[in-house]
Every structure is written in C-alpha cells, then in structure tokens.
C-alpha cells in the first residue's frame, strides 16, 4: 500500500512537471508571431510571392497567396486575405463557412492565444488584445458564417489618423 502512495506521488509529480513545462497560451504568442504563418506585419508584397490582388479597399490593398493551405487546426478557412497599407503588411483577414469549420477554427485560435475576452455571452465574439497585435473573431449568429482579424496597432493607427486627417480635411470649418 505504502508503494502505490507513493507511485501515485511520483505519478502526480511528473504530471504537474509536465503541465508546468507547457506554457501558457497567451496574447504574447500572438505578439511575439507579429503577423500570419510567417508573413509579419509591417513586411512588404515582397514577402509574398504568390500573391494576386484580391481588391482594393481605400488605401489597403488586399491579396490572397495561391496555392495558400486553408486548414487551420481542424477547421478550413474560405478565405484568407493580407492587407497592405502604404505597402505594408498591417492586417489579415479570415473567413469561415458554417458552424462546424467556425467553431475548429475558433478552438485553434483559443489553444495557441487563450479564451480571448468574450464581450456578451449571447453571441460568439471574442478579442484578443496584445501589445502589438490585436485579433478579433466574430461568428454570424444566423449563419454562424466567422471573420477573424489580425492587425498590427501600429499600421492600424497610422491607417486611423491618417483617414481622420482626410476626413478633417473635407469637413469645412473643423
């Protein structure tokens, strides 16, 4: 009896040993990739080589890479979209089709960056707000359709400020 005690010790030791030697999924990950499977943020079209524009949206350009895998964990994405502002990557954009390929891919995300902040428990909303990077998933309740977002704060507030400053720029007497 006093052996089983204390395999059962060692056992729960090197189980805590294990789970201690894991770390923890978090939005430093998400800082520290600082882009998409290898594409990092502020990069330039140069860094994708297979790329073909996909369209044009104000002064982002957004391309799609051929030949790009779509399975991301055990879900597969329909689309997947990196945005250029002023010739650099600053944001990426996925879209998911139907419940099951939306759930996979939002359990994916989870595992590597954590639960995410969830902003109503009534709907499948969830954001992820690092020091550099910001991600969002977002599923349509109807369709239950997903679009996750990755962006660079610092491209993105560039992009803000300098649409803001067009914007003031049109608007007489501001």
């Given at each position: 009896?006093?052996h089983?005690?204390?395999?059962?010790?060692?056992?729960?030791l090197?189980?805590?040993a294990?789970?201690?030697?894991t770390?923890?999924?978090?939005?430093?990950?998400?800082?520290?990739?600082?882009g998409?499977?290898?594409?990092?943020?502020?990069?330039?079209?140069?860094a994708?080589p297979?790329?073909?524009?996909?369209?044009?949206?104000?002064?982002?350009r957004?391309?799609?890479?051929t030949g790009?895998?779509?399975?991301?964990?055990?879900?597969e994405?329909?689309?997947?979209?990196?945005?250029?502002?002023?010739?650099?990557?600053?944001?990426?954009?996925?879209?998911?089709?139907?419940?099951?390929?939306?759930?996979a891919?939002?359990?994916?995300i989870q595992?590597?960056?954590?639960?995410?902040?969830?902003?109503s428990?009534?709907?499948?909303?969830?954001?992820?707000?690092?020091?550099?990077?910001?991600?969002?998933?977002?599923?349509?309740?109807?369709?239950?359709?997903?679009?996750?977002?990755?962006?660079?704060?610092?491209?993105?507030?560039?992009?803000?400020k300098?649409?803001y400053?067009?914007a003031?720029?049109?608007?007489?007497?501001?």
């Amino acid at each position: 009896m006093k052996h089983i005690s204390i395999l059962g010790c060692l056992w729960a030791l090197a189980a805590t040993a294990a789970v201690a030697q894991t770390p923890p999924a978090s939005t430093k990950v998400l800082d520290e990739r600082y882009g998409f499977r290898g594409v990092r943020f502020e990069s330039d079209t140069s860094a994708l080589p297979d790329r073909t524009l996909a369209e044009v949206g104000g002064t982002t350009r957004f391309y799609r890479r051929t030949g790009e895998v779509k399975q991301l964990g055990e879900g597969e994405v329909s689309s997947i979209r990196y945005g250029f502002y002023k010739g650099k990557l600053a944001l990426v954009i996925l879209e998911t089709r139907g419940i099951t390929n939306s759930r996979a891919i939002l359990a994916a995300i989870q595992q590597q960056y954590g639960a995410g902040t969830r902003s109503s428990p009534f709907r499948q909303r969830y954001a992820w707000n690092g020091k550099a990077v910001t991600m969002s998933y977002d599923e349509n309740a109807a369709s239950n359709d997903a679009t996750i977002f990755i962006s660079s704060k610092k491209l993105r507030a560039q992009q803000l400020k300098a649409e803001y400053d067009a914007a003031k720029k049109l608007s007489p007497g501001q």
